[in-house]
C-alpha cells in the first residue's frame, strides 16, 4: 500500500488512544483518595476556603460532567484549563516546555540507535570477543543503573574533577547573552545550526552531551543486547550463504545485507524504549537542571497542579504515541515486504 | 513450551505436582550451570538478610531515624564510618543497611500488586476471548500508552507522596505485562484441544482457569516478576530521588542519593554509596532473572 | 579422468558431537568434465549439499574438513586461503540453491542484488551491470526484465524466484555451476521447464553442471553423467546410460526397482531393506553391507575401491554384479 494510506490507518487509532488516556487520567486522579482542594488550601485552612476552591476548581460537579467539560474546553479550544501555580495557561506552559524535552529525547534516540546498532553488530561479528564482552558488561550494567546516579557520577566525575563538561544546564548564561537564539522551533541544537549561531550551537552541544547520554543508557542496553541476537539469527539465514556464494565480500554482506535484516526486529524494540526514555526525562532533567517537560511535570506534581497535571500527562501520552507512529512509519521505509 | 507441560499435567491422573517435584530437582541441577544466576541469588539473599536483621547488625543503629550529629557531619569514609556520614552526621553505612528493608519490601510490593491485578485479568481474557479479551486488552493497551513512570508519578501525587503510596502507584502501569504473558498462554492452552476435553467432562471456566491454566503460568510468572523486581526497584529509587516517594528522615536509597545531590561537588560518598546499593541489589535481581528465563526456556525445549 | 574440470578426491568431512567427530562425507570421489551434465544422485542425508558446499567452502562453522582434495583445473580448492576462495566462488564457481524463497534477501531488489553481483566481481559501471542482468534474466525467458530488477523477492512467484536465483548464479559466466535440488521446491509444471532452461542455457554459456537430485527421473532426463551416493561415498560412478540400464552397484539397482515405472505390471513396489546407517556408528567395511543381498564376508572387513566396469563406469563394489 503506498505511504499515505500506512500513515492513515496508523492515525485512525491515536484518537481513541488519546481519548482514552485522557479519560483514564482524569479519572484516576479523581477516584483516588486525597481532597486536591484540601491540599491546594494547605494546612489551617477553613472549611469556607476549601469550599470555595472546590467550586472554582468545578470539583463539585458529578465526575462525568467534569470530565465532559474538560474535554470540550479541549478539543474544542485547545484549552487545558489554567495552571493553579503559574496562573497561565496549560497549554502556554506545556509548549514552552516541550522543546527542550523534545530535543533530549530525540538525541538520546539517536545515540541509542547509533550506539546500539554499532556495539551490536560488533559484538555479533566478533563473538565472544574483546568488544563482545565488553558490551555485554555495559549493557548489562546499563540495566541495572539508576539513571540519576549515573548522571550525579558522571557529573562528578566529567563536569567537577575534570571539567570537560558542563555540570547542569541548556546552555552557558553568558554565552546565551551575548550570542541570543532566535526562537524559530525552540530547539537549540537546530536553531542555533541554521542561523549559523556556532558558539551557541557548541555550548549546546556540549551541554547536551551528558542527560543524552545518561539519558540514553538504559535503552542502549536493550538495543545492544537485541541487535547482537537478531544479527547473529540472521547470519544463519540461508540468503546469507547465497550472498557468500556469489563471492561478494564479508563486509558488505554482514553490513549491507545481514544488519539491514537484523534492524527490523531492533525497530520494535526502540520503540518500546521511547517510552521508557519519556519516563526517565523526569530524573534526568531533575539531575541536569533541564528545563523541559520533566521538570515542570515535577513542580505540578509536587503542587498538586491538577490542570497541569493532567496536561503533562496528556502531552507525555501524545508524545509516545507520535513516536510510536514515526517507528511505525519507518518500518515502511526499512521493510519492503510491508508496503505491500 | 506448553504441550509438554499440559502432557506432563494430563498424563499425571492423581492430579498430584509430581512433575514439578521433578521439576525442582533438574532446576537444582541447570541452577549449577549458571554461575551469574548463583551470585545473583548471593546479592539479593545478602541484602535480604542484613535488611531484616539490620536493627541488630548495624553499627549505629540510631542513625536510621532522625538523630543528630553535626559535630560528625560530612566524615569522609573512614574506620569508624566506612561509607562516611551525610550532612547531620549520621553514619551512611548504617542507613543504606536499613535501606534495603525499604527497596526490597516496596519491589515485593510492586510486583505482588501487578502481578495479583495483571495475572487474573490475563487469564479470564485468553480464555473467554471474544469481546471480554478485546475490551480488557484495550484497556491494558490505554495503560501501556502512556509512559509508566508518568502514570506513577500523577497517581503517587495524588496519593500523596510516601514510600507505600509510592509502591501502589508504581504497580498501577504494570499490570498489564503480566495480563499480556498471561493471556498467551492461555491462548495456547485454550487452543491445545484440552480445555476442550476438559470442558466436555462439566468442568466451569473458573475451574479450568485455576487448575490449569494458572498453574501453567507459573514459571513464566516467576521470571517476570524476578526481572521486574529489577524494574521496580529502581522506579521506587527514582521516585524517593523525585520526593514522591519516601520522605525523610527514612533512609530509602533513592531519597538519600536526592539529598546528597547538594553536596556532590565536594563530598561524592554521600551519593555515591546509596546509589551503588540500587545498582548491585539490582544487578541481581537481573542475574537471577536472566538465569530463571535460561533455565526455564531450556527445560521447556 | 583427461578432460576433468573439478575432480574430488577421497573428501572427508566431520562435524563434532557429543559421540565424538562423526564423518558426515566419507571419502567422495568425483569427475567432472568440462561442459558437461553430471547428476549427483542419493537419499536425503547421504551428503550431496554437503558435498557442494565443501566445494565453494560455505560448510557450517563447526564443520572441519579432514581429508582429500577438491582439484579445479589443476588447483586443489581446499588449499586456497579465504579471499583466494572467495575469488572463486561467483567467477569460476557458482552454487544455485533449493528453496528460492529463503536463499533470496528481502529487503533487496531483485536489480540490486544483481547489480551489486557485478559491479563487485566484474568491476564494472552501473549502466553495463543494468544491461548485462537484463540480458541475463532475458536468456531466463523471464518477461519483462526491467521491471523484474524493481521487484522484490516476495513480490515474484516461486518459478520466477528460482529463475532470478539462477541468473544472478550465471551472472558472472561461472565454469561450473552446482544446482542443489533447483526444482524440488516448485510444482512439478515448473520443474521441466526450469530444467529445460539449464540445460539450454548452460549449453549456450559452456558451463559444466553438477545437479544434485534425489529423483532419478531428472537424472535420467537431463544428465550426461551420474553419480549415486550412500552415506557419505561415492558407490557409483559413469555415463547416465551405463548406470541406469546396467547398474553395477546394489544399491544402485535397489533404486532403480524401487523407482515405480509406466506400464510396469507389478503389485508391490519393491524396497531396500533396512534403513540409512547413523552416522554415529556405522557399518564396517562396505557401508551398504547390512542391507545388501549379495554381501559376503569381505564386505564387511574392508571398503571395496573403485572398480571399473567399462569406460568410464565405475562401481565401488566387491561383488560386481
Known amino acids: 500500500m503506498k505511504l499515505p494510506v500506512y500513515v492513515l490507518k496508523r492515525l485512525t487509532t491515536v484518537i481513541p488512544m488519546l481519548l482514552g488516556v485522557s479519560a483514564l487520567v482524569f479519572f484516576i486522579s479523581h477516584v483516588l483518595p486525597g481532597d486536591p482542594a484540601a491540599m491546594i488550601a494547605g494546612t489551617g485552612a477553613t472549611y469556607e476556603q476549601i469550599a470555595a476552591i472546590r467550586i472554582e476548581l468545578g470539583l463539585d460537579k458529578p465526575l462525568y460532567e467534569q470530565y465532559l467539560a474538560y474535554m470540550r474546553r479541549l478539543i474544542l479550544e485547545f484549552d487545558l484549563g489554567r495552571s493553579i501555580y503559574s496562573h497561565r495557561p496549560v497549554v502556554s506552559d506545556l509548549l514552552d516546555y516541550l522543546p527542550a524535552t523534545f530535543e533530549l529525547v530525540t538525541v538520546s534516540m539517536i545515540v541509542t540507535v547509533s550506539v546500539g546498532i554499532l556495539l551490536g553488530s560488533m559484538s555479533a561479528t566478533r563473538k565472544d570477543g574483546v568488544v563482545d564482552h565488553f558490551s555485554r558488561t555495559l549493557a548489562s550494567a546499563g540495566l541495572a543503573m539508576p539513571a540519576f546516579w549515573l548522571g550525579l557520577l558522571l557529573q562528578i566525575l566529567i563536569a567537577h574533577r575534570l571539567g570537560i563538561l558542563p555540570v547542569t544546564g541548556r546552555i552557558d548564561a553568558t554565552v546565551l547573552m551575548k550570542y541570543p537564539i532566535t526562537r524559530i522551533t525552540g530547539i537549540y541544537l537546530l536553531d542555533t545550526l541554521v542561523t549559523g549561531n556556532w558558539i551557541a550551537f557548541r555550548s549546546s552541544v556540549l551541554h547536551i552531551a551528558m542527560p543524552a547520554i545518561v539519558l540514553s543508557f538504559s535503552s542502549l542496553s536493550h538495543v545492544t543486547r537485541f541487535v547482537r541476537t537478531s544479527l547473529l539469527e540472521v547470519l544463519n539465514d540461508d540468503y546469507v550463504r547465497a550472498l557468500k556464494s556469489y563471492g561478494l565480500s564479508e563486509r558488505i554482506v554482514v553490513y549491507k545485507h545481514a544488519l539491514r535484516n537484523a534492524i527490523i526486529p531492533t525497530l520494535t524494540i526502540v520503540g518500546l524504549r521511547y517510552s521508557y526514555l519519556l519516563g526517565g526525562v523526569f530524573v534526568i532533567e531533575k539531575v541536569f537542571d533541564w528545563p523541559g517537560l520533566g521538570l515542570y511535570g515535577l513542580s505540578s506534581f509536587i503542587y498538586l497542579d491538577f490542570p497541569s497535571i493532567l496536561g503533562v500527562t496528556l502531552v507525555f501520552a501524545l508524545l509516545r504515541i507520535i513516536l510510536n507512529l514515526l517507528v511505525d512509519l519507518s518500518y515502511f521505509f526499512v521493510d519492503p515486504r510491508v508496503r505491500v | 513450551m506448553n504441550t509438554g507441560e499440559i502432557n506432563k499435567a494430563t498424563e499425571d491422573r492423581s492430579g498430584k505436582r509430581r512433575a514439578t517435584s521433578n521439576g525442582l530437582m533438574k532446576s537444582w541441577l541447570a541452577l549449577r550451570e549458571h554461575p551469574l544466576t548463583i551470585v545473583g541469588l548471593a546479592i539479593v539473599s545478602a541484602f535480604a538478610v542484613v535488611g531484616i536483621l539490620a536493627p541488630l547488625v548495624i553499627p549505629y543503629p540510631e542513625d536510621i531515624g532522625s538523630s543528630v550529629h553535626l559535630e560528625q557531619s560530612l566524615q569522609q569514609p573512614n574506620q569508624e564510618h566506612p561509607f562516611g556520614t551525610d550532612d547531620m552526621g549520621r553514619d551512611i553505612l548504617s542507613r543504606v543497611a536499613y535501606g534495603g528493608r525499604f527497596s526490597l519490601s516496596a519491589g515485593l510490593l510492586v510486583v505482588l500488586l501487578s502481578s495479583i491485578l495483571g495475572t487474573p485479568l490475563g487469564a479470564i481474557a485468553g480464555y473467554y476471548g471474544g469481546k471480554i479479551d478485546t475490551a480488557i486488552m484495550g484497556i491494558a493497551d490505554l495503560f501501556m500508552g502512556t509512559p509508566h513512570l508518568v502514570l506513577a508519578l500523577a497517581i503517587a501525587a495524588v496519593l500523596g507522596p510516601s514510600h507505600t503510596n509510592a509502591a501502589i502507584a508504581l504497580s498501577i502501569p504494570w499490570w498489564p505485562t503480566y495480563t499480556r504473558l498471561v493471556r498467551g498462554q492461555a491462548l495456547v492452552i485454550r487452543s491445545s484441544g484440552f480445555v476442550e476435553a476438559a470442558k466436555s467432562m462439566g468442568a466451569s471456566g473458573k475451574y479450568i482457569i485455576f487448575r490449569h491454566i494458572l498453574p501453567n503460568c507459573v514459571q513464566l510468572i516467576i521470571t517476570q516478576s524476578t526481572l521486574q523486581m529489577g524494574s521496580a526497584i529502581l522506579g521506587i529509587a527514582s521516585l524517593g530521588f523525585i520526593g514522591m516517594g519516601a520522605q525523610p528522615p527514612t533512609p530509602e536509597w533513592g531519597l538519600m542519593v536526592s539529598l546528597g545531590r547538594a553536596y556532590v561537588t565536594s563530598y561524592w560518598w554521600y551519593v555515591t554509596f546509596p546509589g551503588l546499593a540500587i545498582f548491585i541489589v539490582v544487578m541481581g535481581f537481573n542475574f537471577i532473572g536472566d538465569g530463571l528465563r535460561d533455565i526455564f526456556d531450556l527445560k521447556l525445549r | ?321
Open chain 3, 1 to 321: 579422468m583427461k578432460d576433468a574440470l573439478l575432480s574430488v578426491r577421497n573428501l572427508r568431512v566431520c562435524f563434532p558431537t557429543t559421540y565424538g567427530l562423526v564423518a558426515a562425507l566419507d571419502g567422495v570421489c568425483l569427475e567432472l568434465e568440462k561442459e558437461k551434465i553430471l547428476g549427483l544422485v542419493g537419499e536425503t542425508g547421504c551428503g550431496k549439499t554437503l558435498t557442494a558446499l565443501s566445494i565453494l567452502r560455505l560448510l557450517p562453522p563447526s564443520a572441519r574438513i579432514v581429508a582429500g582434495e577438491i582439484v579445479l583445473r589443476k588447483r586443489n580448492l581446499l588449499d586456497l586461503s579465504e579471499s583466494e576462495i572467495r575469488e572463486i566462488r561467483g567467477k569460476e564457481v557458482s552454487m544455485v540453491f533449493q528453496d528460492p524463497t529463503s536463499y533470496l534477501d528481502p529487503v533487496f531488489t531483485v536489480g540490486e542484488v544483481m547489480i551489486e553481483v557485478l559491479e563487485s566481481r566484474q568491476k564494472i559501471g552501473r549502466r553495463e551491470a543494468i544491461e548485462a542482468s537484463i540480458e541475463m534474466l532475458t536468456k531466463l525467458r523471464l518477461p519483462n526484465p526491467e521491471r523484474i530488477l524493481r521487484l522484490y523477492p516476495h513480490e515474484l512467484s516461486g518459478g520466477m524466484k528460482q529463475r532470478v536465483m539462477i541468473a544472478i548464479a550465471l551472472l558472472c559466466h561461472p565454469e561450473l555451476l552446482i544446482a542443489d535440488e533447483p526444482t524440488t521446491a516448485l510444482d512439478v509444471t515448473i520443474q521441466a521447464q526450469i530444467l529445460e532452461l539449464i540445460r539450454d542455457i548452460v549449453k549456450e554459456l559452456r558451463t559444466s553442471v553438477l545437479l544434485i537430485t534425489h529423483n532419478l527421473g531428472i537424472v535420467a532426463e537431463n544428465c550426461e553423467e551420474a553419480a549415486i551416493m550412500y552415506a557419505g561415498t561415492v558407490v557409483e560412478h559413469g555415463e547416465v546410460r551405463d548406470v541406469l540400464e546396467k547398474p553395477g552397484h546394489p544399491y544402485t539397482r535397489g533404486l532403480l526397482s524401487a523407482t515405480p515405472k509406466l506400464f510396469q505390471k507389478k503389485e508391490t513396489l519393491e524396497v531396500i531393506p533396512g534403513s540409512i546407517p547413523s552416522l554415529i556408528d556405522p557399518p564396517s567395511g562396505c557401508k551398504f553391507h547390512p542391507r545388501c543381498s549379495y554381501a559376503i564376508g569381505k564386505c564387511k572387513r574392508e571398503r571395496p575401491s573403485p572398480v571399473g566396469l567399462e569406460h568410464g563406469h565405475y562401481v565401488s563394489c566387491f561383488r560386481i554384479v
